[in-house]
């Protein structure tokens, strides 16, 4: 399976930015994570869906900022930041493993390209 992912960027503060992953096959199977990591620290789970867990999972950082939607159609899984702050400025990962979320990374059997979120005044 492959990823695209698109959308990232520079904010200041206190900004917005969608970024959106691209997924060659059908999402029904698969459990779609959002990872980051900035320089020098460990890479973390962001977000996650899928289409057997009833809700998505968040870090906690996120929660109430960060949105994980996934539109089937169109195969795309997006991550909707709000109220971004410098804390959110990392490469950002999209990644696939079978049908449930890990907040380890593990059995992943695909990730994306990575894209830069920088998040400053």
């Known amino acids: 399976v492959q990823l695209v992912e698109s959308g990232g960027g520079s904010v200041p503060p206190g900004g917005a930015l969608t970024l959106s992953c691209e997924i060659s096959?059908?999402?029904?199977?698969?459990?779609v994570h959002w990872f980051r990591q900035a320089p020098g620290q460990e890479r973390e789970m962001v977000a996650c869906?899928?289409?057997?867990?009833?809700?998505?999972t968040y870090l906690d950082s996120v929660k109430g900022r960060f949105t994980i939607s996934a539109d089937s159609a169109k195969k795309t899984v997006d991550l909707h930041m709000n109220s971004l702050n410098p804390d959110d400025t990392a490469d950002y990962y999209c990644?696939?493993?079978?049908?449930?979320?890990?907040?380890?990374?593990?059995?992943?059997?695909?990730w994306g390209q990575g894209i830069q979120v920088t998040v400053s005044s």
């Open positions: 990644a696939v493993r079978y049908y449930y979320c890990n907040a380890f990374g593990s059995l992943i059997v695909s």
């Open positions: 096959d059908a999402l029904d199977d698969y459990a």
């Open positions: 869906t899928s289409a057997r867990e009833a809700l998505p």
